[in-house]
């Protein structure tokens, strides 16, 4: 990475302190005072937040349930929400249904967080052909319950999963 030189000017207990960090964590100076201005600028950069792009491109389809959840715990602590749902993700193979719950899951903590909708979430292709109901079920009382209840964000991605279906608790 080419950078302009800069010159900070820290007073000797400054120096000292952040000399001393450094050599324990086996870093740099520059490296440790960059660290430390990246975080203060974007405080989510070293946090370890993993975007949806992240996890598509990433993570095992047999993971995605509790990484998924992680990403949602993850979402509500983010200083920089929109972040973590812009990208379109790519996915390393066949997503099955995480691909409409990615782009459900992006369209609704949109509006419940005031963050502008990305376009990737409005394609067909994140719109499952046929509806998908919670536990497959068959149950034409159950299906009622579910269309009722579950926000319209899954529904315009033709899922009903019930009004439930971001809680962590």
């Given amino acids: 990475?080419?950078?302009?030189?800069?010159?900070?000017?820290?007073?000797q207990g400054e120096y000292d302190l952040i000399s001393d960090y450094a050599r324990r964590e086996g870093e740099t100076f520059s490296e440790v005072v960059r660290k430390g201005a990246i975080c203060y600028v974007s405080p989510d950069h070293f946090k370890g937040y993993r975007s949806l792009a992240q996890l598509a491109s990433s993570a095992k389809v047999d993971d995605m349930e509790l990484l998924f959840g992680q990403f949602l715990d993850d979402f509500v602590h983010a200083h920089d929400k929109r972040s973590l749902i812009e990208e379109e993700p790519e996915w390393k193979g066949d997503p099955g249904r995480w691909r409409y719950d990615f782009a459900a899951a992006a369209h609704k903590l949109s509006h419940d967080n005031d963050v502008a909708v990305p376009?990737?979430?409005?394609?067909?292709?994140?719109v499952a052909e046929t509806p998908y109901y919670a536990f497959g079920t068959t149950n034409p009382e159950f299906q009622a319950y579910l269309r009722?209840?579950?926000p319209r964000e899954y529904q315009w991605h033709n899922l009903f999963l019930g009004e439930n279906v971001l809680s962590r608790a």
Avoid: A, Q
């Fill in 119 to 126: 376009r990737w979430v409005l394609k067909d292709e994140y």
């Fill in 148 to 150: 009722e209840t579950t």
């Fill in 1 to 11: 990475m080419k950078t302009k030189p800069i010159g900070i000017r820290f007073d």
